[in-house]
């Protein structure tokens, strides 16, 4: 069964520093693109960050690029996000996600080019 897993979610303080990550089971995410998306209740999933399957390329959304670093371990089949510099709107479900299919190597922001999921981990920070 493939699957993602997320950790490391919590309550932190605005300023304060963070790092999730994602780990693959039962998928090979060492030859998938990957990417981190969030949704905060009442919003809309938003793309976050987005890595190729090497890690030579990266992709952040406006809001967090100079704040926030994806990166990912291979041989740990592992993914993560560094967050620095928190806001209190940084605050929501942080999702990760795996490419599947023919064009898995290739870097990726839209949702529907990722065909496996996780559940997510709660990141909240405070003012």
């Known amino acids: 069964q493939v699957q993602l897993i997320e950790s490391g979610g919590k309550l932190v303080q605005a300023g304060g520093s963070l790092r999730v990550s994602c780990a693959g089971s039962g998928l090979a995410i060492i030859t998938a693109a990957m990417a981190w998306f969030r949704q905060a209740p009442g919003k809309e999933r938003e793309f976050v960050a987005a890595i190729d399957w090497n890690g030579a390329n990266t992709i952040y959304a406006d809001s967090v690029r100079g704040r926030f670093t994806i990166y990912r371990d291979n041989p740990k089949n592992t993914m993560y996000l560094q967050m620095n510099s928190l806001k209190p709107e940084d605050t929501a479900n942080y999702l990760c996600?795996?490419?599947?299919?023919?064009?898995?190597?290739?870097?990726?922001?839209?949702?529907?080019?990722?065909?496996?999921w996780g559940q997510g981990t709660q990141v909240t920070v405070s003012p």
């Open positions: 996600a795996g490419r599947t299919g023919g064009a898995s190597y290739d870097i990726a922001t839209e949702p529907a080019d990722f065909g496996v």
